[in-house]
């Protein structure tokens, strides 16, 4: 594998469900990052991860929780979601966390849909 | 505050023609990157490029070019005989330089560029 995987690709999933999201990236980066993509709104940084050190939690709703267990891995663990959740959950990773200024390498995404 | 603006929601071209996609970004810094992504139907974003506020010199890379405006604030994106493989969603993306936990990167709404053959 190369670059940045993740899984699943597609989830479908009840109000009441737990599911977790995964993202790998295999570049040796220290830095990891979700963004969650909707239909009608900019992408939008939700956590972002340093040295598997939270530095950014950008006023998401707690049912969204992030784990990140080491550099390589994050993942992204969901909790009685809104149908106003459904969209394209983005991983990406950077060499460091600059501020934002070290260039992103997204992976495929996971196109998640509440019910 | 950061706002990137793409002012073109779609464009549609025949292949073959050159095709602009405008990006406008506003920032109170003076140190500060911006981004092109390119996002196919996969849905993977793929980076283009990267150019810091200190460097306004343009950038050529095959069919693709750059053209950074301090003065309009500007930071346009040129493909020169597009293709149909050219047909994707790009994203412009402002980020300002800092290590405070405010710093961000801010995206665009994005241009969908569709390539006819």
């Known amino acids: 594998e190369t670059g940045v995987t993740q899984t699943p690709r597609h989830l479908v999933m009840g109000m009441t469900n737990k599911k977790s999201l995964k993202c790998e990236q295999h570049?040796?980066?220290?830095?990891m990052y979700w963004y969650k993509q909707s239909a009608k709104k900019p992408l939008e940084l939700m956590f972002v991860?340093?040295?598997?050190?939270?530095?950014e939690n950008n006023s998401v709703p707690s049912r969204f929780s992030p784990e990140c267990p080491n550099s390589s891995h994050l993942f992204l663990h969901l909790h009685t979601l809104q149908p106003e959740d459904s969209a394209l959950y983005l991983c990406?990773?950077?060499?460091?966390?600059?501020?934002?200024?070290?260039?992103?390498?997204f992976g495929p995404g996971t196109r998640l849909t509440v019910l | 505050a950061q706002k990137v603006t793409q002012a073109q929601t779609e464009i549609s071209v025949v292949e073959k023609e050159d095709v602009t996609l405008d990006c406008v970004y506003e920032t109170r810094d003076t140190t500060y990157y911006l981004f092109w992504y390119k996002q196919p139907p996969s849905g993977e974003l793929v980076f283009l490029i990267r150019r810091n506020s200190f460097d306004e010199q343009n950038e050529i890379s095959g069919r693709y070019s750059w053209n950074f405006q301090k003065s309009t604030s500007s930071f346009n994106f040129t493909i020169t005989a597009s293709q149909v493989v050219d047909s994707a969603v790009y994203f412009c993306?402002?980020?300002?330089?800092?290590?405070?936990?405010?710093?961000?990167?801010?995206f665009g709404s994005g241009t969908r560029l569709s390539i006819r053959p």
């Open positions: 570049l040796g980066h220290n830095a």
């Open positions: 993306a402002l980020s300002e330089v800092g290590y405070s936990s405010a710093s961000k990167i801010i």
């Open positions: 990406a990773s950077s060499q460091d966390w600059s501020g934002g200024a070290d260039t992103q390498y």
């Open positions: 991860y340093s040295l598997e050190e939270r530095v």
